[in-house]
């Protein structure tokens, strides 16, 4: 009686060992004798007891694999740091059980190397603006070798770049240096422009005074003239316009601020009297 219970217990625990209820979400990779056998999609799934044996049982939900931050020399030698973060799916687990020791840790140092690759060969510049480029290099190149492994990659997201802090505090000061020559150019430019227009206002008005001081001349002229023709030889009137007009002058020339003396001729009527000479013999 008791051997009949025995025997029957193992036929149970048999019966157990033998099924295996695999959830959503999973696949168990079954070894017989040591060897890959098949793997077990979920649900309700039968394997010979003590000869078959699940190796491992895999996640073929998303993989959230993060890329430790790390430092990158860029072309134009600059350190940066970077970190990244993938998004990966197993689709053949007995690959990635057989295919590497540790699928996760293999994807992890495999983006980090290549990621290394990539922006070694970037400017800083283009490092720092270029995301959406490094992030499709970064996932053509380890397609095909992680496809081997069993896994797909189905995003890689750069999370950041930075300069390191060197690089921040280099940064800084040439932006504050190029902003220093900015000013000096602008101000530079401001007073040449200043200087310009000031010497433009002083040319023109030296013209314009030059005109008129042509006109009153041509009109003083031509009105000693017309009177000369008018008059004839009657001395009086044009030694009274003349007079007249030179004292006006010589009362211009008094009120000037540079003007000191002001003196008069001893003979003004014999001064006059020559310069009615001249304008007559013209």
């Not at 491992?56 to 993989?63: E, F, H, I, M, N």
């Not at 101000?187 to 042509?214: C, F, H, P, S, Y």
Request: glycine content about 4%; hydrophobic content about 45%.
């Amino acid at each position: 009686m008791e051997i009949l219970v025995v025997l029957l217990i193992v036929v149970i625990i048999t019966l157990f060992a033998g099924v295996k209820i695999v959830p959503q979400g999973e696949e168990w990779v079954v070894e017989r004798l040591g060897k890959f056998n098949e793997t077990l999609k979920p649900g309700l799934n039968v394997i010979i007891p003590y000869i078959d044996k699940v190796r491992q049982k895999v996640s073929t939900r998303d993989l959230i694999l993060d890329i430790q931050r790390q430092e990158v020399i860029t072309k134009d030698n600059a350190v940066i740091l970077t970190n990244a973060i993938a998004f990966a799916r197993v689709t053949k687990p007995e690959d990635a059980i057989y295919g590497v020791e540790d699928f996760k840790l293999a994807i992890q140092n495999l983006i980090m190397t290549t990621l290394r690759s990539i922006i070694g060969e970037m400017k800083l510049d283009e490092a720092l603006s270029n995301r959406d480029i490094i992030k499709a290099k970064l996932k053509d190149q380890i397609l095909d070798d992680i496809a081997d492994w069993g896994v797909t990659i189905k995003s890689v997201e750069i999370q950041d770049i930075t300069p390191s802090s060197s690089m921040q505090t280099a940064m800084e000061q040439q932006a504050a240096a190029e902003r220093e020559r900015r000013a000096v150019e602008t101000r530079a430019e401001g007073e040449k422009n200043a200087m310009i227009l000031e010497a433009q206002g002083k040319l023109e008005a030296a013209k314009k005074e030059a005109e008129a001081q042509v006109a009153l001349s041509e009109a003083s002229a031509q009105a000693i003239t017309n009177v000369s023709q008018a008059i004839t030889d009657k001395e009086l009137p044009t030694m009274f316009l003349l007079g007249d007009r030179y004292i006006n002058t010589l009362e211009k020339i008094s009120q000037s601020q540079n003007s000191k003396f002001v003196i008069y001729p001893a003979d003004l009527q014999g001064a006059i009297k020559g310069m009615l000479g001249n304008v007559m013999k013209k």
